[in-house]
């Protein structure tokens, strides 16, 4: 991988786990960092961490806004639907989400225009029962 392909990686992608300890939706702070790209998924190890690339459909890939670094971060309901959009990787990286606390903020609402917007049916029902058990813990 070249540094055009890697700055293209960075620059195009979402940091999935990060966004969520950005938005303070998870508290434990990534050891790993995890982007959703219209690349291949792939690992790649540095120097300064590993990198976590997961495909995502290009038809969802939407619901970025650049953060001070000109670099795209989800909003904090694209991220969660995100990471919860790639719960049946083949990686078993997206099986268990640590503790998650949504935000005053957070938009239940717009979360589930996320999820209305995936493409194939079978994976939105997923991703949609996947968060109603999220906000049916939430409310308990």
Known sequence: MNIFTLYFCFFMSSKIK???????????????????????????????????????????????RKNRDGLLIATQEKALID??????????LFKALPEIELPERFSISKARRFISRINSRRRRSMVSNLFDKIINTRRR
């Not at 950005?22 to 590993?50: C, E, F, K, M, N």
């Not at 990471?83 to 083949?90: E, T, W």
């Open 18 to 64: 990060s966004a969520l300890y950005h938005y303070g939706i998870i508290s434990q702070v990534p050891d790993i960092l995890y982007l959703v790209s219209l690349a291949r998924s792939q690992v790649i190890r540095t120097p300064l961490g590993t990198i976590s690339i997961h495909h995502i459909d290009p038809s969802f890939f939407y619901g970025y």
């Open 83 to 92: 990471f919860l959009y790639l719960y049946p990787a083949k990686s078993c």
